[in-house]
């Protein structure tokens, strides 16, 4: 194949537009954390890497809501299993950083309120170089039972008319506390936690 001369090798490539292939499309832990998804779930989830939220999840009354949007705009949960023939969310699976015990980060606590507002179980897994199948399904497990048992204790509240923050005024969200003598109980949290401690419980 004959070589363009130099001024025309040049000009073609200022036309280019200015996109390249990443290097990598999953990370390492990525990478083998699907290697293990794609062990557990066999041939009953469809699994997808690197999904937005906001291809998963809509916002009531969008309008009132902008501080929502801003929170789900441009990100994605790390993978999301879905029904093989519906192609139906199931399950969200979120990579985390390890953290000290009984701590929390604010974006992951936002991914935990995201997914159980909306009914649909998130496992998240501390990033790793390698995974036991058995601890991963531990986690399943665990996330499902909170889905369920938030559906329960939802079983009277309207999830549309959610209370204004009596601190600083700002929208609350569904929240369940990780730990203590309330643990597993489910609260208002203010949507600007841990900014704002502002709190309703649900009765």
Do not use: W
């Amino acid at each position: 194949m004959a070589e363009l001369p130099i001024n025309n090798a040049v000009a073609v490539k200022e036309e280019l537009m200015p996109y390249r292939l990443r290097e990598h499309f999953l990370t390492t832990p990525e990478v083998v954390l699907f290697r293990a998804l794609k062990q557990m779930a066999g041939q009953h989830y469809v699994i997808y890497a690197k999904v937005a939220l906001n291809d998963i999840f809509f916002i009531v009354r969008p309008n009132e809501n902008v501080h929502y949007f801003n929170k789900l705009f441009r990100k994605h949960v790390d993978f999301l299993l879905c029904h093989p023939q519906s192609l139906r969310p199931q399950i969200g699976v979120e990579l985390v950083r390890p953290i000290p015990s009984g701590g929390t980060r604010s974006t992951d606590q936002f991914m935990e309120d995201l997914f159980l507002t909306a009914g649909l179980p998130l496992v998240q897994i501390p990033s790793n170089d390698h995974y036991d199948i058995s601890e991963i399904v531990l986690l399943f497990q665990s996330a499902l039972a909170k889905v369920k048992m938030m559906e329960r204790r939802l079983a009277d509240v309207s999830l549309d008319s959610s209370p204004m923050c009596p601190v600083c005024g700002k929208m609350m969200v569904l929240r369940t506390h990780r730990s203590g003598p309330s643990a597993g109980e489910i609260y208002y949290g203010c949507i600007d936690n841990p900014t704002c401690p502002g709190q309703v419980l649900v009765k």
